[in-house]
């Protein structure tokens, strides 16, 4: 079932397996449509478990094929302050269910060099490559043709938590920021990054997700309780793929 209001559409699968097929349908979409106008497609990961049955849909003989990798360029939307081969790494996890499976080749994937110490140093150098990539005149945000995106139960997207310094930034493309919560440094895209993309895909699976995905897309807007709420593409395409658990207590879908 989709149900669009205004620029926001809301695809509501039966389970965690569909949805992950109906986000490789649309990743091989925009990719296709990105790479045969002009030439490349440019995407940006999410971390967490959700995007993981994307990943390894898109590395599975059903998808593979669909999609020219050596015109993907891959970039990432958070990452944690860790090594690459951390366990709790996002490059990591994104590595080993998609990136070592498919013919991409090694540069063109944007890493975030999350392991160095000086973290503020990290994202400038981040920002940077974005900026040298999408040809940046000063003070432009980049636009990512794809940004995937997951949802926290606490209404966070990427590591845009609540009430965090992260949610007000927008003279930076990418920043390091303490998460209280966390007890931990994460890495994020900015706001205004992220709602310069061509399309923002929502990937949102399980019934823990449900009251909160009910406040942020029927709820009253508190974008410092619920960053979710943020996301909303200047000139794109806002698409939430969300699994019937995880839609259980919307009210307007007649679930
Ligand atoms: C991360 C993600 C984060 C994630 C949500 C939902 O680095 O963990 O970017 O924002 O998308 O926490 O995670 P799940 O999909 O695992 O529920």
Not at 126 to 155: E, H, T, V
Not at 209 to 217: F, G
Request: aromatic residues 10%; contains cysteine; neutral net charge.
């Amino acid at each position: 079932m989709t149900k669009t209001t205004g620029k926001r559409e809301i695809l509501i699968v039966g389970n965690s397996d569909e949805l992950s097929h109906r986000a490789a349908q649309e990743f091989v979409r925009l990719a296709d449509e990105a790479i045969r106008t002009k030439g490349f497609f440019t995407v940006a990961l999410s971390g967490g478990s959700t995007p993981r049955g994307l990943y390894l849909q898109l590395a599975s003989d059903a998808y593979r094929e669909l999609v020219s990798w050596p015109h993907v360029h891959l970039f990432w939307g958070d990452e944690r302050c860790v090594p690459p081969d951390h366990p709790e790494s996002n490059y990591r996890m994104a590595c080993e269910a998609l990136i070592n499976r498919v013919s991409i080749p090694k540069e063109n994937i944007y890493r975030i060099p999350a392991e160095q110490e000086d973290r503020a140093r990290a994202a400038m150098e981040y920002g940077q490559a974005l900026k040298s990539f999408f040809r940046l005149n000063a003070g432009a945000f980049p636009r990512f043709d794809l940004i995937l995106l997951g949802m926290g139960d606490d209404g966070h997207t990427a590591s845009l938590f609540p009430f965090t310094t992260a949610l007000d930034e927008t003279g930076s493309l990418v920043l390091a920021h303490y998460v209280e919560k966390l007890g931990a440094y994460r890495f994020t895209l900015s706001v205004p990054t992220i709602n310069q993309t061509r399309e923002a895909m929502f990937l949102i699976s399980g019934a823990s997700k449900a009251p909160v995905l009910r406040e942020v897309l029927e709820g009253d807007y508190q974008p410092q309780r619920l960053p979710a709420q943020i996301i909303q593409p200047v000139n794109g395409r806002l698409l939430f793929i969300v699994d019937r658990e995880a839609a259980g207590k919307l009210r307007q879908t007649g679930v």
